[in-house]
């Protein structure tokens, strides 16, 4: 059983860099059916989509942050790390790491989210 | 950007009832839909997949249909755990979008 989980800060000043980064367990995230993805949820609101990777390095960004977003990967360590920079309190949410079956195009796995509140 | 509508945004229904939300994408989508149920404090938790597919796992009272623009989430049979939000997602384009959320609560 795939398990994703988060780490990171739980508070980040304004202006500073946001950076998360997702362990995979149980599974790879070297193989090549997968898209490895970070989604937020604003408090007591919906989700929003923030991009994904695949195994080889070539990334997707929601055009809405791309200015902002950087997502990498470290197979040998079997994780993926999430960069957002110049943050404001606009940020503050729930950040998720994900994992998109690329032939079913779902969500199929997720981390527990972990909660980043932006603030001085 | 493709929008997702869901509607209504909360229902109220008891144990037993038969609840339908719907999802309007701005544009066709084929069935490239998918539901995701999302209790408080956890990870949403994919249900339908394909609009009509149901997710190993998952109880059969839960039913998806629709596809271009118009689709459907049905729970025949409403139990307790089924209390919570869903959300429909497109996953025909990038960026990936979802609605904003159907709460079903205890009438």
């Known amino acids: 059983q795939v398990q994703l989980q988060e780490s990171g800060p739980g508070l980040v000043k304004p202006s500073q860099t946001l950076s998360l980064t997702c362990i995979v367990s149980?599974?790879?995230?070297?193989?090549?059916?997968?898209?490895w993805s970070w989604i937020r949820q604003h408090p007591g609101r919906g989700l929003e989509w923030i991009g994904y990777?695949?195994?080889?390095?070539?990334?997707y960004y929601n055009p809405s942050l791309r200015s902002r977003v950087t997502i990498s990967v470290d197979t040998s360590k079997n994780q993926f790390s999430l960069n957002l920079s110049s943050v404001t309190a606009a940020d503050t949410a729930v950040y998720y790491c994900?994992?998109?079956?690329?032939?079913?195009?779902?969500?199929?796995?997720w981390g527990q989210g972990i909660l980043v509140t932006v603030s001085s | 950007d493709i929008q997702m509508t869901q509607s209504p945004s909360s229902v109220s229904a008891s144990v037993g009832d038969r609840v339908t939300i719907t999802c309007r994408a701005s544009q066709g989508i084929s069935s490239w839909l998918a539901w995701y149920q999302q209790k408080p404090g956890k990870a949403p938790k994919l249900l339908i997949y394909?609009?009509?597919s149901l997710q190993s796992g998952v109880p059969s009272r839960f039913s998806g249909s629709g596809s271009g623009t118009d689709f459907t989430l049905t729970i025949s049979g409403l139990q307790p755990e089924d209390f919570a939000t869903y959300y429909c997602q497109q996953a025909n384009s990038f960026p990936r979008t979802f609605g904003q959320g159907t709460k079903v609560e205890i009438k």
């Open positions: 149980g599974g790879s995230n070297s193989g090549g059916s997968y898209y």
């Open positions: 990777i695949y195994y080889t390095g070539s990334t």
């Open positions: 994900a994992r998109e079956n690329i032939a079913g195009r779902t969500f199929d796995f």
């Open positions: 394909a609009a009509s």
